[in-house]
């Protein structure tokens, strides 16, 4: 069947720390794959979009890597915050118009 | 601003009863979408329109229904068919079908009382 995962348990990190989030599918080969941020009670917004050519691409202090062999993207966020809390959502191009989403991961950085 | 713009933001639905939650968007954007989000579980796509008076299915449509009659709005309605409606509803649009950025509104609470 086809499946997107995200580590279910919390990250807890102190603050300047490197986070990294995974999320490993099976059973597609997406053409590109998305990272979005979602804050507790609000809509998710989105944060990088990496297609199935590229293998890393940064934006300040995020970076997303995409390995289609292993089937896997992780999600950095260098010199991590208090205020990177939240909960991060990978989302991958499923075909026919749809996009999947994965539960989220969600991240604790400490002060 | 541009944006997408939900309402109301906390809703109550008594059994058997439907309910219509609105989503606008000014970002003139073609696509639509709306959302599921439940504790622990990944956005589950309900209904989605690529044109306007134009919709398909997603992958939990049962109970619910959708209109698409202008652009820039695309309700959905929880019927009384939906047995287990209590949820955060996400309404979210993009460019096209393309597989551009989703933007998201800020989200619908529905409970059932």
């Known amino acids: 069947s086809q499946k997107i995962e995200q580590n279910s348990e919390a990250l807890n990190i102190q603050e300047g720390k490197t986070a990294t989030l995974t999320c490993n599918y099976t059973?597609?080969?997406?053409?590109?794959l998305q990272w979005y941020r979602q804050d507790p009670g609000r809509g998710p917004v989105f944060l990088l979009l990496?297609?199935?050519?590229?293998k890393e691409k940064r934006k300040e202090r995020l970076k997303v890597t995409f390995d289609t062999t292993l089937k896997q993207s992780l999600f950095h966020i260098t010199a991590s915050q208090p205020a990177d809390s939240a909960t991060y959502l990978c989302?991958?191009?499923?075909?026919?118009?749809?996009?999947?989403f994965g539960a989220g991961t969600r991240l604790f950085v400490k002060a | 601003d541009g944006g997408i713009t939900q309402s109301p933001k906390y809703l109550f639905r008594k059994e058997g009863q439907n309910v219509t939650l609105s989503c606008e968007q000014n970002?003139?954007?073609?696509?639509m979408y709306w959302y599921r989000q439940d504790p622990g579980q990944g956005l589950r796509l309900i209904y989605y329109?690529?044109?306007?008076?134009?919709?398909q299915k997603g992958d939990i449509a049962e109970g619910y229904s959708v209109s698409r009659e202008k652009k820039e709005s695309f309700p959905l309605t929880v019927t009384s068919a939906q047995k287990n409606p209590t949820a955060f509803y996400l309404c979210?649009?993009?460019?096209?079908?393309?597989?551009?950025?989703?933007?998201f509104g800020e989200g619908s609470w529905l409970t059932v009382v």
């Open positions: 979210a649009s993009s460019i096209d079908r393309s597989g551009n950025t989703i933007y």
């Open positions: 059973n597609y080969s997406p053409a590109y």
């Open positions: 990496i297609r199935e050519n590229e």
């Open positions: 989302a991958l191009d499923a075909g026919g118009f749809k996009t999947i």
């Open positions: 970002l003139n954007h073609d696509a």
């Open positions: 329109s690529q044109i306007v008076n134009d919709f």
